[in-house]
Each structure stands twice: as structure tokens, then as C-alpha cells.
């Protein structure tokens, strides 16, 4: 319960930014260099989830990587499930813009009004 509480004051702060009838959080640049969401364990399997922006400054606004938990994140979006499980989102910013961070069709997020679509070839799911 709490997370929902936060991440609206995320989304005003440009962190968070939800698409419509999804799970599903966009990534921007944050306004902070460390941010915490405290989760109630009564309600979530973490008990926090923590944003750290590398480098963070007027000069340094835009993101030029993401590691989530510790691994790479080539995608600029995150689920609902990611946050409320704890861990940690870390920024890397820097003066210009990465045009290949959380671009090209993997890094997508999945689009709630589509179904999802198995390939009879290779049996991935797409959509």
C-alpha cells in the first residue's frame, strides 16, 4: 500500500511515470541523487526500494545507464512487481544524451492494449 503512496510523488518528481492499464513504470531522470521507497512487508516481499543517481547534476541530466539489483537494465522501464520486490535502481548520468540506452524493440515497453502473440517459429512471446 505504501508503495502506491510513493510512487506518485516519484512520478511528480520525473522518476516514475506509469502507462495506462499496465504495470509498468517508465524511467526518466531523476531530480535527486538518492531516493527510498519504504515497503510494508505486510503487503511486499521487499522491504525498500532504492534510487541512486550516479554523477546526478544540472550539467549531468540525462541517464546514460541503468543497473538494476547489481545487473545491467538496457531498457528504460521497470514493472510494478520489480519495485514492491525491494532492491535497488541506479543511474549513471551524464552531459548528453545516450541515444542507445533503452533504445531499440527489446528495450520496449510491453504494450497493455495488445495481446501477446506466441511465434509458432521460436515460441516467443511478442506484444
Known amino acids: 500500500m505504501w508503495a502506491d503512496v510513493r510512487l506518485v510523488y516519484f ?3 520525473r522518476l ?10 517508465i524511467l526518466g531522470s531523476p531530480l535527486f ?4 521507497i519504504r515497503l510494508d512487508p505486510k ?3 521487499g522491504s525498500s526500494f532504492v534510487v541512486l543517481a550516479k554523477n546526478n547534476s544540472a550539467e549531468n541530466c540525462y541517464v546514460q545507464s541503468a543497473r538494476l539489483n547489481g545487473r545491467e537494465l538496457a531498457r528504460a522501464w521497470i514493472t510494478h512487481e520489480e519495485i ?4 535497488t535502481v541506479e543511474f549513471t548520468m551524464g552531459p548528453k544524451p ?20 506466441e511465434s509458432e517459429e521460436d515460441g516467443r512471446v511478442y506484444g
Open 11 to 13: 512520478e511528480r518528481d
Open 98 to 117: 545516450n541515444m542507445g540506452w533503452g533504445a531499440g524493440p527489446d528495450a520496449l515497453p510491453p504494450d497493455a492494449s495488445k495481446p501477446k502473440l
Open 33 to 36: 541523487k538518492r531516493a527510498t
Open 43 to 45: 503487503w511486499h516481499r
Open 16 to 25: 516514475l511515470s506509469s502507462v495506462s492499464g499496465s504495470q509498468v513504470y
Open 84 to 87: 514492491v520486490s525491494g532492491g
